[in-house]
């Protein structure tokens, strides 16, 4: 495993131990789930509609309390009773819909929300709403709009920056491009990269957009019928197409490409252009 | 993933995957429904509302019906008992013997209120618990069948379908708030009552912007399909597939028939006879004497 990934860390943020969720339909969404995060990692879940990825995003933020196992996240076991106010300064969860996590009057009122819950005065809570909407590039002359009548990106920077505020040390965002244009799509992931590696939070994407993966991910964890099917570095993980063929999932198409060249002498774990070039470059 | 399932999640709520009761046609279901909504309101005394409680809840048991669901319901049964006893307490009935049980200051706890609280009381549970039954055991697709079997005209059901859709997207917003705010650190358990109730006001923003944006969805979407509203088609009447596929038959009409006959009996002993007025309660009739020291 490469070290950027953080594998090698000890430093454990998260610990999943023989995590099996149900809904109260009796269906059971996870099962048997056993894996850690490390502190400064950027993960990504994949995996077809339905296998259990934001369920067990749900989970890691305590919406969901386990069926069976546990979870600690920064040694917080999130099944206890009235953990919620500890367990959110650790984990933050960006839904897919911002409209469904904007429910404030104002931006500012918005932002404050969730310092406001851990009952900070509100010299301390201003000092959090700025800080989280200059890093979510908000400007202060929004604070007074109505976030409902912003569009759809600026939504979703102000539905981050209302988690920012939590200063949660890991961030799950339910499918953070989905619905955007390309532009929109970079500009989000390039703000969490920033997240990731100038601020050090730990992030958690749900994706299905394997570009994506391929571009901003470290960590890949591929589920499958609510169990997690493969886990590793996004190289090791795309090289192996069989066993993404079972989660209904397909790699870039770079990676594919340099797969069908493979009897050229192609990688089978290219994700990049840049890289598809150096290794069509050393062949010419 | 292969599970075993015993609940189906619907619009509205859960029924159960396989039910005894399913063995009737929706519309049987619905007078069932119609006639255990009315009983309650004909019955004063508390002691028959109570064992008709105790029937509803053998046919949650014979449905099959999750009894764990009906957990939720529990704080809306204290509510409305405390509301409507508080209420009486207050502003007490003038109905029957004034007998006065407790004086602190101004107010003053007569007992003719109290046993008129305990009746309405059990009238209201009853009332809710088999409109419970009826939601935990009908799909939307069921309640479509009924309405339709009565003749119901079609742009009503089909009004009814799309209202009943709302519903059940609206509930599912409102389930994902709630997790969003959990998501931020809110605790409702730390919130006094007063604060609990301006909380649910916040609510209000996010679920009527997501409506007024579905709603235009949907209308969009019905007029891209070249929706008519009516149940003719170029003069002929539109094919009804829900009907086609649960058609009524004798059986289901003698059914409803006989359930219908019970209720109109049901009633008259109350409307000519006062059989279940709460003058002949036995538990009201028993205290009474207590009271009176006879």
Redesign the interface.
């Known amino acids: 495993m490469e070290s950027e990934a953080g594998f090698l860390s000890t430093d454990k943020i998260i610990e999943v131990k023989g995590l099996t969720y149900c809904y109260s339909d009796g269906t059971k969404a996870l099962e048997d789930i056993n894996i850690d995060f490390y502190k400064g990692q950027f993960i990504a879940f994949i995996g077809q509609n339905g296998c259990g990825k934001t369920t067990f995003s749900k989970c890691l933020n305590g919406i969901f309390k386990p069926t069976e196992g546990k979870i600690l996240v920064n040694g917080l076991d999130t099944a206890l009773p009235r953990i919620n106010k500890q367990l959110v300064e650790n984990i933050g969860y960006v839904f897919q819909n911002p409209d469904h996590q904007l429910f404030n009057n104002s931006v500012y009122d918005e932002i404050a929300y969730a310092p406001r819950n851990l009952k900070l005065n509100e010299e301390q809570v201003r000092e959090r709403v700025l800080v989280a909407s200059k890093i979510s590039g908000v400007s202060e002359g929004l604070f007074e709009e109505h976030p409902f009548f912003l569009v759809k990106g600026l939504r979703q920077r102000i539905a981050i920056a209302s988690i920012l505020s939590l200063k949660p040390r890991v961030i799950i965002v339910d499918e953070p491009t989905t619905g955007q244009d390309y532009k929109q799509s970079i500009e989000v992931m390039e703000f969490l990269k920033m997240l990731n590696e100038e601020l050090g939070h730990t992030i958690i994407i749900v994706t299905h957009e394997m570009d994506i993966v391929a571009q901003y991910a470290k960590r890949v964890v591929v589920m499958n019928d609510g169990k997690v099917l493969t886990d590793g570095t996004v190289k090791e993980v795309f090289a192996n197409p069989e066993l993404l063929e079972q989660a209904n999932v397909k790699p870039p198409q770079i990676t594919r490409l340099a797969q069908a060249l493979k009897s050229y002498g192609f990688k089978n774990n290219v994700i990049s252009f840049d890289e598809m070039c150096e290794q069509w470059e050393s062949r010419v | 993933?292969a599970?075993?399932?015993?609940?189906?999640?619907t619009i509205i709520g859960?029924v159960p995957y396989q039910s005894p009761i399913y063995a009737l046609h929706p519309l049987v279901r619905l007078v069932i429904f119609l006639v255990t909504g009315f009983i309650p309101l004909f019955v004063e005394i508390p002691e028959v509302n109570i064992l008709f409680l105790i029937a509803i809840i053998g046919l949650f048991i014979y449905s099959k019906v999750d009894l764990k669901?009906l957990k939720m319901y529990m704080p809306m049964v204290f509510t409305v008992g405390l509301f409507i006893f508080v209420t009486y307490l207050f502003f007490p009935i003038a109905k029957g013997e004034k007998i006065l049980l407790y004086q602190l200051g101004a107010v003053k706890l007569y007992y003719n209120s109290i046993m008129w609280a305990t009746c309405i009381y059990f009238r209201i549970i009853a009332l809710l618990f088999a409109s419970i039954f009826y939601f935990s055991t009908n799909r939307e697709r069921d309640m479509l069948i009924a309405f339709r079997s009565l003749k119901m005209p079609f742009v009503a059901t089909y009004f009814l379908g799309l209202s009943l859709r709302a519903t059940g997207i609206f509930m599912e917003?409102y389930q994902?708030?709630r997790?969003?705010?959990?998501?931020?650190?809110?605790?409702v358990?730390d919130l006094s009552f007063v604060g609990k109730i301006k909380h649910f006001s916040?609510?209000m923003?996010?679920l009527f912007?997501?409506s007024i944006?579905r709603c235009e969805e949907i209308s969009v979407g019905l007029y891209s399909k070249g929706t008519v509203i009516s149940n003719k088609i170029d003069g002929r009447k539109r094919p009804d597939y829900l009907m086609s596929k649960n058609p009524v038959t004798q059986k289901d009409i003698f059914y409803s028939a006989a359930i219908v006959l019970f209720f109109l009996a049901f009633c008259s002993l109350q409307v000519f006879g006062g059989v279940f007025s709460l003058d002949n309660s036995p538990i009201n009739i028993a205290i009474l004497k207590l009271l009176k020291g006879g």
Request: net charge positive; no cysteine; proline share 3%.
């Open positions: 993933m599970v075993e399932r015993k609940m189906q999640k859960f669901k917003d994902i708030i997790e969003a705010e959990q998501a931020r650190g809110l605790d358990s916040m609510y923003i996010p912007t997501l944006r």
